[in-house]
């Protein structure tokens, strides 16, 4: 069964850069919203939504994660990571935090956020432990939505405000790594629209979306249109070994701005797979890059 605009959705993750989009867009179709975060003090502006919770807890604590579930329809799981701070991270992120959840969440709707490219034989942990989770949140909870983005991007995003960022201090042009490897941005407010019509659907039980934008570009030729929004130099690709070094040496730094796991998951390419279910099949029809891109550099959005 679809989720009414009534019933009261839990959402793991959901003081995020998508989480936020998605809050908007649940609380604005009626839901009542109960949110987990590590860190409620950072997110008290959610508060004066009227039909917000927001709950303090560990995620990986199972009891807590059925307390969670009591009264509520439908479990959104949002929490991810791009990098291991401690060795096992992805594995408890990524692996056991979808199993816990379907546990927890028996008989509800469940909808786990994994990642384009998602493939247990990837060179990326990332994206591994993305596809291990998929398959730990099948086997408990056959029924259960899975949804596959590409790089999301929008206002508040770790995507275009990084280059924005970045782009000005390569006055002679800034080096993009695997600039060749193709990516299909997707707009994050599609994405929250895309995962509320996933939960409101009883057809989409079961179902694995791609959720991508409308074009497929490489990664260099959407880091030109940033620059040119801004006004900065055209980036210069470095070719994979150049990058490959390059992630070598930045995963040393603090930070880690670059990793080799990060270098590996973006060789990967971040799209959809032709023919699998996608989020027209949803009723959303992402947005052109080039019009949101315009608007989020220049501040408009
Ligand atoms: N952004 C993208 O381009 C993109 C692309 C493909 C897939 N995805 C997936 O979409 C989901 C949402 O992404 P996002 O961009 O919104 O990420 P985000 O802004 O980093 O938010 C993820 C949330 O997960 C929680 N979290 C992170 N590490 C955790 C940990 N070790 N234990 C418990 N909670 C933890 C944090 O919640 P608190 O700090 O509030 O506790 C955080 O707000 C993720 O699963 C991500 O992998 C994102």
Known sequence: MGVRPDARVAVLGGCGFVGRALVRELHGRGYRLRLVTRRPDRHRDLLVLPR?????????DEGFLREVASGTQAFVNLVGILKEDAP????????ELPARMARAGRGLRLLQVSAAGADVRSESAYLRSKARGEACLRALAPTAIV?????????????????RKLLPWAPWGLPVPLAESLIAPVHVDDVAYGIAMALARTAAAGENYGFCGPQALPLGDVVAAIATLCGCARPRGLSARMSLLLARLLEHVPGTPFSVDQWHTLKAGSVCTAGAPDLSDLGVAPRPLQEALEALVRGWA
């Open 147 to 163: 949804v596959r983005p590409s790089v999301i991007y929008g206002p508040g995003d770790h995507f275009v405000s990084r280059f």
């Open 88 to 95: 096992g991270d992805f594995v408890r992120v990524h692996e």
């Open 52 to 60: 917000l919770e927001l709950w303090e807890g560990d995620v990986h």
